[in-house]
């Protein structure tokens, strides 16, 4: 049976509003009442955009503004049906949750915590009457499981919006129980609570894991269908999630634990500073040692033991791991100096995570060293005789090609997979396309099949779902796709063929060669790749090495796709800009 999808999608639209009001809900908490006709459905530039809708009770928006103070500077370009973030040097974004959406009196409340830091508190502290203000989103919005004996809801002064939101709006029936941490009792405020809800508020420092764990252990454990929603600091959530996940046995369905926020280290008092340091000796490029210990320590289950069991000496945990005694000792002191362990000095016993070791717990945080790019990334110690002689890294550094690898390995194509679920997200403009109007029947490939059947269903477009894949991923995608009644698992004779992400992986001849595959069985054909860098992300630079480690070929841009069509017999028909640096081009037979 395919896995239900848990979020609704929304048209990704930027929106201006302004200022009607500032109100001081609690000393610690600031609400600022927005309005405007762009929360209605508005045309902007020729293109009609619906109304502003935020169902979920955590739903997020982002707000957008920039360091400079230049906010129009800072805008994305508004598509058609979604967003491009182009590049912009001082451009700030911060996620929000509505706490409040009034569609009648075209409103929108926003709560800020008042902490004295940060961007948005800052905007919010100096925000007057008439004031703008532009934001994106939601982009999606929970769905809930239907039928629920009892709902937890965790988090600290942060996730207040979001739980307040939930008490006032109801979307189940059934008890909740909240836990809330603050940082004194003047944040407490006033719930509404029904006959059967409880509410615990635990006094701590923001951010403070152990607090926030204790209080959570000490929730009593209900009998019956439950669900468990938590926000907070990034960082203090990890024990929570692994006591969630691993003592209660909570499954992902039943569960949603969100970093709202990451708490930064501040320096030491008299600590030298990044300047100095630089007048004092010469830039360096980083050294890429703490990236393989820590790889070393996941791949040999050294955190887990140590999260698992505090206090082990080093002995203890060379058994618990199955490695010797003198193999522990070369990683413990590294260990030790980058944070990963605590207690490791001179092999003392005492065993336990550090900060660094804490966010290795979160299962995207340890991707980076032991999933698909991780790999990708040591095959760039192949860069440079690949750069010469031509050809992928990858192939130099395994001996076949991409394609080859995860088209064998269902777990390698399963991460490909999920790094496409976010792709459901900007597929708005391919499915409001006129193509779709004589369409009965779609054949998907690529790993972001999945996502392109959940946009259809999104959108309510009915065609007949084939699927071309070879065995290996048909397997992995089955626990994706949604509505598997309407698909059929053999490939064959379609209207359109839509590949998804599916060159992102192949080399050019690899994907001249599906391509050439594609035409046999269709006379028109989309293409779904990323094009460009994604202007919003901090590592946009990497993106083409990351596309060159793969496949031996820079990112595609719309030239580069057009010419691995021309090669396999297709004319490129029109480009359908997605956001994000995403494109979808359309293909028909010559």
Same mark, same amino acid.
């Given at each position: 049976?395919?896995?239900?999808?848990?979020?609704?999608?929304?048209?990704?639209?930027?929106?201006?509003?302004?200022?009607?009001?500032?109100?001081?809900?609690?000393?610690?908490?600031?609400?600022?009442?927005?309005?405007?006709?762009?929360? %209605?459905?508005?045309?902007?530039?020729?293109?009609?955009?619906?109304?502003?809708?935020?169902?979920?009770?955590?739903?997020?928006?982002?707000?957008?503004?920039?360091?400079?103070?230049?906010?129009?500077?800072?805008?994305?370009?508004?598509?058609?049906?979604?967003?491009?973030?182009?590049?912009?040097?001082?451009?700030?974004?911060?996620?929000?949750?509505?706490?409040?959406?009034?569609?009648?009196?075209?409103?929108?409340?926003?709560?800020?915590?008042?902490?004295?830091?940060?961007?948005?508190?800052?905007?919010?502290?100096?925000?007057?009457?008439?004031?703008? #203000?532009?934001?994106?989103?939601?982009?999606?919005?929970?769905?809930?499981?239907?039928?629920?004996?009892?709902?937890?809801?965790?988090?600290?002064?942060?996730?207040?919006?979001?739980?307040?939101?939930?008490?006032?709006?109801?979307?189940?029936?059934?008890?909740?129980?909240?836990?809330?941490?603050?940082?004194?009792?003047?944040?407490?405020?006033?719930? %509404?609570?029904?006959?059967?809800?409880?509410?615990?508020?635990?006094?701590?420092?923001?951010?403070?894991?152990?607090?926030?764990?204790?209080?959570?252990?000490? #929730?009593?454990?209900?009998?019956?269908?439950?669900?468990?929603?938590?926000?907070?600091?990034?960082?203090?959530?990890?024990?929570?999630?692994?006591?969630?996940?691993?003592?209660?046995?909570?499954?992902?369905?039943?569960?949603?634990?969100?970093?709202?926020?990451?708490?930064?280290?501040?320096?030491?008092?008299?600590?030298?500073?990044?300047?100095?340091?630089?007048?004092?000796?010469? %830039?360096?490029?980083?050294?890429?040692?703490?990236?393989?210990?820590?790889?070393?320590?996941?791949?040999?289950?050294?955190?887990? %033991?140590?999260?698992?069991?505090?206090?082990?000496?080093?002995?203890?945990?060379?058994?618990?791991?199955?490695?010797?005694?003198?193999?522990?000792?070369?990683?413990?002191?590294?260990?030790?100096?980058?944070?990963?362990?605590?207690?490791?000095?001179?092999?003392?016993?005492?065993?336990?995570?550090?900060?660094?070791?804490?966010?290795?717990?979160?299962?995207?945080?340890?991707?980076?060293?032991?999933?698909?790019?991780?790999?990708?990334?040591?095959?760039?110690?192949?860069?440079?005789?690949?750069?010469?002689?031509?050809?992928?890294?990858?192939?130099?550094?395994?001996?076949?090609?991409?394609?080859?690898?995860?088209?064998?390995?269902?777990?390698?194509?399963?991460? #490909?997979?999920?790094?496409?679920?976010?792709?459901?997200?900007?597929?708005?403009?391919?499915?409001?396309?006129?193509?779709?109007?004589?369409?009965?029947?779609?054949?998907?490939?690529?790993?972001?099949?999945?996502?392109?059947?959940?946009?259809?269903?999104?959108?309510?477009?009915?065609?007949?779902?084939?699927?071309?894949?070879?065995?290996?991923?048909?397997?992995?995608?089955?626990?994706?796709?949604?509505?598997?009644?309407?698909?059929?698992?053999?490939?064959?004779?379609?209207?359109?063929?839509?590949?998804?992400?599916?060159?992102?992986?192949?080399?050019?001849?690899?994907?001249?060669?599906?391509?050439?595959? #594609?035409?046999?069985?269709?006379?028109?054909?989309?293409?779904?790749?990323?094009?460009?860098?994604?202007?919003?992300?901090?590592?946009?630079?990497?993106?083409?090495?990351?596309?060159?480690?793969?496949?031996?070929?820079?990112?595609?841009?719309?030239?580069?796709?057009?010419?691995?069509?021309?090669?396999?017999?297709?004319?490129?028909?029109?480009?359908?800009?997605?956001?994000?640096?995403?494109?979808?081009?359309?293909?028909?037979?010559?």
């Amino acid at each position: 049976m395919a896995a239900q999808r848990a979020y609704t999608t929304h048209p990704l639209v930027l929106r201006r509003v302004t200022v009607r009001s500032v109100h001081q809900v609690t000393p610690r908490m600031r609400r600022v009442v927005l309005g405007g006709e762009e929360l %209605a459905a508005f045309t902007r530039d020729g293109t009609g955009h619906p109304a502003f809708a935020a169902p979920g009770f955590d739903d997020h928006i982002k707000l957008i503004l920039a360091a400079d103070g230049d906010v129009h500077a800072a805008l994305p370009a508004q598509l058609p049906h979604g967003i491009e973030w182009t590049p912009a040097e001082h451009r700030l974004t911060r996620d929000y949750t509505p706490r409040r959406v009034d569609p009648e009196a075209g409103e929108l409340h926003l709560d800020f915590v008042v902490h004295g830091d940060g961007p948005a508190e800052a905007w919010s502290a100096a925000a007057r009457e008439g004031d703008e #203000l532009w934001f994106v989103g939601p982009k999606s919005s929970l769905r809930l499981p239907e039928r629920l004996d009892w709902i937890q809801l965790v988090g600290d002064e942060t996730a207040l919006p979001a739980i307040g939101r939930f008490l006032d709006e109801r979307p189940l029936d059934a008890p909740v129980h909240v836990l809330v941490t603050v940082s004194d009792d003047s944040a407490r405020q006033e719930l %509404a609570l029904r006959e059967g809800d409880t509410v615990t508020w635990v006094v701590a420092e923001p951010g403070d894991a152990e607090a926030l764990e204790a209080a959570v252990r000490a #929730l009593p454990v209900e009998a019956g269908e439950g669900y468990v929603w938590a926000a907070a600091e990034s960082r203090a959530l990890l024990p929570v999630r692994r006591y969630l996940q691993r003592d209660r046995k909570l499954p992902k369905d039943r569960l949603n634990v969100t970093g709202y926020w990451h708490r930064e280290e501040a320096p030491a008092p008299e600590a030298e500073t990044t300047a100095d340091a630089a007048v004092r000796e010469p %830039a360096r490029i980083s050294s890429p040692l703490p990236w393989l210990v820590a790889r070393a320590a996941l791949q040999l289950g050294v955190v887990d %033991a140590v999260a698992d069991a505090p206090g082990l000496s080093a002995v203890a945990l060379a058994a618990r791991v199955g490695v010797p005694v003198a193999g522990v000792g070369v990683l413990l002191p590294l260990l030790s100096s980058y944070g990963v362990v605590v207690g490791a000095d001179d092999g003392a016993p005492g065993l336990r995570l550090g900060p660094a070791g804490e966010e290795l717990l979160d299962e995207h945080e340890r991707e980076e060293y032991t999933g698909h790019e991780a790999e990708l990334l040591l095959a760039l110690t192949h860069l440079a005789p690949a750069l010469r002689g031509g050809g992928s890294p990858w192939r130099l550094a395994s001996g076949g090609t991409l394609h080859e690898a995860v088209a064998q390995d269902a777990e390698r194509y399963g991460e #490909l997979v999920e790094e496409c679920e976010q792709l459901v997200f900007l597929l708005g403009g391919l499915t409001a396309d006129p193509l779709w109007e004589s369409i009965g029947t779609c054949l998907l490939t690529g790993p972001g099949s999945a996502s392109v059947a959940a946009a259809l269903d999104d959108a309510r477009r009915r065609p007949r779902l084939r699927v071309a894949e070879d065995a290996v991923p048909v397997a992995v995608l089955r626990g994706h796709v949604p509505a598997p009644d309407r698909i059929d698992w053999t490939a064959g004779p379609a209207d359109v063929a839509v590949a998804a992400k599916a060159l992102a992986h192949r080399t050019d001849e690899e994907a001249v060669l599906l391509l050439a595959r #594609l035409a046999g069985w269709t006379r028109t054909a989309v293409l779904v790749e990323a094009s460009r860098p994604d202007g919003l992300s901090p590592h946009a630079a990497e993106a083409a090495l990351h596309a060159y480690a793969a496949t031996g070929s820079p990112l595609r841009d719309s030239a580069a796709i057009a010419a691995l069509a021309h090669r396999s017999g297709w004319e490129v028909e029109r480009t359908i800009a997605l956001g994000w640096g995403t494109e979808a081009t359309v293909l028909r037979r010559a």
